[in-house]
């Protein structure tokens, strides 16, 4: 379905003629790849704004309000960065986990859930090696080194994530057993793990241009197939966590077995608290875990 705004072909439209009318203003000569360029922007713009249009309406007024509560958080930061104490369990809590304001928090969203059965499942990981996938600021990877992983790679696309999570492995010094690749999920990865923990984006459409930290909860369909078809030369076994409000699309349980990987344990827990909660809502939304295996 397509919720497009109703002025927004009319805009990008306006804005587009106009670059190209003082493109020719300005050079005099008709050329014919200046109108190229200029149509192929056009269409790309309309393309990435419709591909967010496409998801559901819910799907598309919870990412906007996210963001919207995201930027609001961190409005009056005046060094880009917060800390917070998280609890994950009654005897674990990370003090002054450092937070950025380009990086989507840790201690609000599912990320602090799936952190938490981290911690509770260490013997899925213990003295083994893991690879933290889209660590965003870390506390995936951080919490299965503090309960006992032999040694983390943190892999992001985001220069702020991948600085968020060496502040992060720092501040609990982790430096011995920790390394953090900068990389679009597995191009830049060569090294082999026993487990990828993986917080994905979960909506399936694609980002929105004005607002950068969207990238966080918008993973586009390709990017998710490549995901899981890529895992498996990388390690024998993955969790991956999932919000259902997100739908089918790219969830584990519909791509993993696709690309040869079978799903072997879950845990549901509902999201009625925080970011995630959906407001004015009768449906029950829950925030999953899937373990896979190949």
Known sequence: MLFLDDNFLKKEALVHFEVFHKGIEKNKTFQYWRVNV??????????????????????????RRQVAQFNERFANI?????????????????????????????DKMTAVEFARWIAYNNGEYFDKI?????????????????????????VDYSEEACQNTLENIVHYGLEDKADVIQSDLFKSVKTKTDLIVV??????GEPLEDE????????????????????KR???????????LAGRENDPENLGPKYGWNVTRRLFLPTGYGLQQVSGSDKEYHFKVDVLER
């Open 78 to 106: 005046q060094n880009g960065s917060a800390t917070t104490d998280i609890i994950l369990t009654p005897e674990f809590v990370l003090n002054d986990y450092i937070l950025n304001k380009d990086v989507f928090q840790s």
């Open 199 to 204: 917080n994905p984006p979960f909506f399936p």
């Open 38 to 63: 200029i149509i192929r922007d056009f269409i790309s713009s309309i393309a990435i704004r419709m591909r967010f249009q496409d998801m559901s309406q819910e799907q598309q007024i919870q990412v």
């Open 130 to 154: 893991v690879m933290d996938m889209c660590c965003g600021g870390g506390i995936q990877g951080i919490v299965a080194l503090l309960r006992g992983a032999r040694h983390v790679t943190f």
């Open 212 to 231: 950068p930290i969207s990238r966080t909860m918008c993973f586009g369909e390709e990017k998710a197939h490549e995901l899981y078809r890529e895992a």
């Open 234 to 244: 990388y390690a024998p076994k993955m969790a991956v966590c999932h919000w259902d």
